[in-house]
């Protein structure tokens, strides 16, 4: 479950220890609530957004700041990573020792690892948010997996999250509004109420608002995205539906025209299942032409749909069969009627009709 705190300027700005006492009497009421397991509090989270920051490293060659690389920064407490579920790979995380009496601390990403560290170990170096003088390094004390907080379609950015109880706010003279997270044993939408009044005991005159489980930040995140494709598979059934449509109606018409050869055959003593397996087999033939031109033209045109697809590759083969294979047996069924009728037609009816 998630809540945005805005703590008010005209009280907390200037005043670090302030939003500390704030942030613990926080995390003291809404960690011993029934049903929550772990909590956690961040300048921002994923999906929420996350303000970029120019950064440089110590010991490189000087940059100015127009040049110098970006980074998504966030101020989180110790419990932070394993609320969101987030796995340290290598190194430690955010402790209760990381205060404003211990060196800057910082846990970095593994974006941030390949990108500025390859093949090294990036535990020790020190990097700074910002550009100050004298410089306030930070040291990398640990690296988490990455995660999208962009979007789930976007490439995950470089992260860098702060110790909040070393630096509640960047710049350190602004108050940022706070991200109440709370991971439960139940349903967190059930525990919005309970945690909001936890929160406003800590300190009544705070604004607390956009309550939302991360499910639903989620499914907000891709919201357009999800319209988009309800739309694309509404079209792709019509056109499903239309295919259908079309291979009974050539088929209908085919047997039609073929009524006369049907009943010679059946006269000269073919049998139903025979005329019957024939139909089918023209029918498909014209399926089997039509899905070969249908691969062959939806392979360059799948690169369109690539930007709109999440951890699903455009050009799966396993698509491409299930795809192909729902047609066939559409196209069976399409057949399937016409092949029967052409296999109870009465020989001296057909005949006659000559």
């Known amino acids: 479950m998630t809540m945005r705190v805005a703590p008010a300027l ?29 909590a956690a509090v961040a300048t921002d989270v994923p999906l929420l957004g996350s303000p970029i920051y120019i950064m440089r490293f110590e010991g ?20 932070y990573f394993q609320t969101m579920g987030m ?21 970095v990403n593994q974006t941030l690892v390949d990108r500025y560290f390859p093949n090294q170990d990036p535990i020790g170096k020190r990097l700074e948010i910002g550009f100050s003088t004298p410089p306030r390094w930070r040291e990398i004390v640990g690296v988490v997996t990455d995660v999208r ?10 992260q860098v999250f702060g110790a909040y109880f070393q630096m509640p706010s960047f710049p350190s003279g602004a108050v940022s509004a706070l991200t109440v997270l709370a991971r439960t044993a139940q349903d967190p939408a059930a525990m919005g109420a309970a945690m909001r ?6 300190d009544r005159a705070q604004p607390v608002y956009a309550m939302q489980p991360m499910t639903e930040v ?20 019509t056109a499903l539906l239309l295919a259908a449509i079309g291979v009974y109606g050539v088929m209908s018409f085919a047997v039609s025209q073929s009524t006369n050869e049907i009943g010679i055959r059946l006269a000269l003593g073919a049998r139903a299942g025979q005329v019957a397996l024939e139909v089918q087999r023209r029918g498909m033939a014209l399926v089997a032409a039509g899905l070969a031109l249908g691969v062959v033209a939806a392979l360059p045109l799948t690169q369109y ?15 491409f069969a299930v795809a192909a294979g729902t047609l066939i047996v559409v196209s ?5 009627l016409p092949a029967r009728r052409a296999s109870r037609i009465d020989p001296a009816i057909a005949l006659r009709s000559e």
Not at 14 to 37: C, D
Not at 149 to 158: H, I, M, Y
């Open 10 to 38: 005209v009280k907390y700005r200037g005043h670090p220890e302030l939003q500390w006492q704030f942030a613990r009497g926080i995390l003291g009421k809404v960690g011993a609530l029934p049903g929550v397991r772990t």
């Open 60 to 79: 490189r060659a000087p940059i100015v700041p127009s040049q110098a690389p970006l980074a998504a920064y966030s101020a989180v407490s110790p419990e």
């Open 87 to 107: 796995r340290l790979i290598r190194g430690r995380g955010l402790t209760a020792r990381d205060t404003d009496s211990a060196p800057l601390a910082v846990v």
């Open 149 to 158: 907080s962009a979007g789930l379609d976007q490439d995950t950015p470089v």
């Open 197 to 202: 009044a936890a929160i406003l005991d800590v």
């Open 218 to 237: 989620v499914s907000k995140s891709i919201a357009q995205r999800r319209v988009a494709l309800t739309l694309l598979a509404f079209f792709a059934a």
């Open 305 to 319: 749909l690539g930007t709109m697809l999440f951890r699903v590759s455009p050009r799966d083969p396993a698509i």
């Open 332 to 336: 069976l069924a399409a057949c399937y």
